[in-house]
C-alpha cells in the first residue's frame, strides 16, 4: 500500500515563504503593472472611473498613475504603506481638497501630479514634509491670505507654487483672477487688513451717527418739555394769585 509521508517542515516553510512573498508584490487586480530595471515598479490604474484608490497596491511601487479617473478625495495616510514612491499622478480627477495627512510617509516622492483637479483652498499641512515637485495646474484656486500665509510653508519645490494661478480671490476686486498668485506682487493680507479698516470705519460711523441722532432728538425733546414748562410757569402767578384772592375772601367771610 501507498502511504503519504508528511512534506518535510523545511519544504512547508519555503511554499509558505514562497506564497507570502508573491503575495506582498503581486500586483493590483484592476491596475496594469511593469518592472523594469531602472524605473523599478510601475502601476498604471489611468482612466478605470475609480472613486476609490485600488487597495492592494505592491509595497514596493516606485512609480504609480492614477490620471483620469473619478477621485473625489484622499484619505489620511493613503500612501502610507508606499515609502518608496518616486511619482505620483492624480492629474484629471475630482480632488475638491486634500486631507491633511494625506500624503504623509511619502519621504521619497519626487513628482506629485495634482493638476486638473477642483482643488480650492490651499493648505500646508497636506504637503508637509514632501519635497516632491508638484503641479499644481488647473485648479480653482481661491487666494486669499489664508493661502498667501500657506506658501512659505511648505516644503513643495518653490517652482511648484507657480502652478496656483488664482480663480477667485478675497479680496475679490484686486485684479489677481486668472494670473500666478507667486509672480503677481499682490499682498493679499494687507488688502484684507485694509479692507477691515474700512469696515471698522464704517460701523463706527454708523454708532457715531446713531449717538449724535439721539442727543439732537435728546435736546429737541427737552426743548419742547421746557417751552411747555415754562409756559406752564409763566400761567401759575395769575392763576395762584386768582386762588390767594379767594381764599382771602373765603377768611373775610
Ligand atoms: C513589503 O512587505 C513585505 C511583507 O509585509 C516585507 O517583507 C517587505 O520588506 C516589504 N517591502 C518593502 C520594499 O518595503
Ligand atoms: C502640469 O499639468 C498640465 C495639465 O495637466 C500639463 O499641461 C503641464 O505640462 C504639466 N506641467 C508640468 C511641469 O509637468
Known amino acids: 500500500p501507498i502511504t503519504l509521508r508528511p512534506l518535510p517542515s523545511k519544504v512547508i516553510l519555503v511554499l509558505m515563504s514562497f506564497c507570502f512573498h508573491h503575495a506582498a508584490t503581486s500586483c493590483s487586480k484592476s491596475c496594469y503593472c511593469s518592472e523594469s530595471e531602472t524605473n523599478g515598479k510601475t502601476v498604471r490604474c489611468s482612466n478605470l472611473q475609480l472613486t476609490e484608490l485600488p487597495q492592494d497596491l505592491p509595497n514596493?511601487?516606485?512609480?504609480?498613475?492614477?490620471?483620469?479617473?473619478?477621485?473625489?478625495?484622499?484619505?489620511?495616510n493613503a500612501f502610507a504603506a508606499l515609502p518608496h514612491l518616486v511619482e505620483l499622478d492624480l492629474s484629471h480627477n475630482e480632488l475638491t481638497q486634500l486631507?491633511?495627512?494625506?500624503?504623509?510617509?511619502?519621504?521619497?516622492?519626487?513628482?506629485?501630479?495634482?493638476?486638473?483637479?477642483?482643488?480650492?483652498?490651499?493648505?500646508?499641512?497636506?504637503?508637509?514634509?514632501?519635497?516632491?515637485?508638484?503641479?499644481?495646474?488647473?485648479?480653482?484656486?481661491?487666494?486669499?491670505?489664508?493661502?498667501?500665509?500657506?506658501?512659505?510653508?511648505?516644503?513643495?519645490?518653490?517652482?511648484?507654487?507657480?502652478?496656483?494661478?488664482?480663480?477667485?480671490?478675497?479680496?475679490e476686486e484686486v485684479g489677481v483672477n486668472g494670473l500666478a498668485f507667486l509672480?503677481?506682487?499682490?499682498?493679499?493680507?494687507?488688502?484684507?487688513?485694509?479692507?477691515?479698516?474700512?469696515?471698522?470705519?464704517?460701523?463706527?460711523?454708523?454708532?457715531?451717527?446713531?449717538?449724535?441722532?439721539?442727543?439732537?432728538?435728546?435736546?429737541?425733546?427737552?426743548?419742547?418739555?421746557?417751552?411747555?414748562?415754562?409756559?406752564?410757569l409763566k400761567s401759575l402767578p395769575s392763576s395762584q394769585g386768582k386762588s390767594e384772592e379767594s381764599s382771602t375772601i373765603s377768611t373775610v367771610v
Open 60 to 76: 514596493d511601487t516606485r512609480r504609480m498613475y492614477l490620471d483620469y479617473n473619478a477621485l473625489k478625495k484622499i484619505p489620511m
Open 99 to 171: 486631507e491633511p495627512e494625506a500624503f504623509r510617509g511619502l519621504g521619497s516622492l519626487q513628482f506629485l501630479d495634482l493638476s486638473s483637479n477642483k482643488l480650492v483652498n490651499f493648505n500646508a499641512e497636506p504637503f508637509d514634509g514632501l519635497r516632491a515637485r508638484a503641479n499644481l495646474t488647473n485648479n480653482p484656486w481661491h487666494c486669499d491670505c489664508n493661502m498667501q500665509m500657506a506658501l512659505p510653508r511648505v516644503d513643495l519645490e518653490p517652482a511648484s507654487l507657480t502652478g496656483i494661478v488664482c480663480h477667485t480671490s478675497e479680496p
Open 183 to 232: 509672480l503677481s506682487d499682490i499682498d493679499l493680507c494687507v488688502l484684507m487688513k485694509r479692507t477691515t479698516d474700512v469696515a471698522m470705519l464704517v460701523v463706527m460711523f454708523g454708532w457715531f451717527t446713531m449717538v449724535i441722532s439721539y442727543l439732537v432728538y435728546y435736546v429737541r425733546a427737552n426743548q419742547e418739555d421746557a417751552r411747555r414748562h415754562l409756559e406752564y
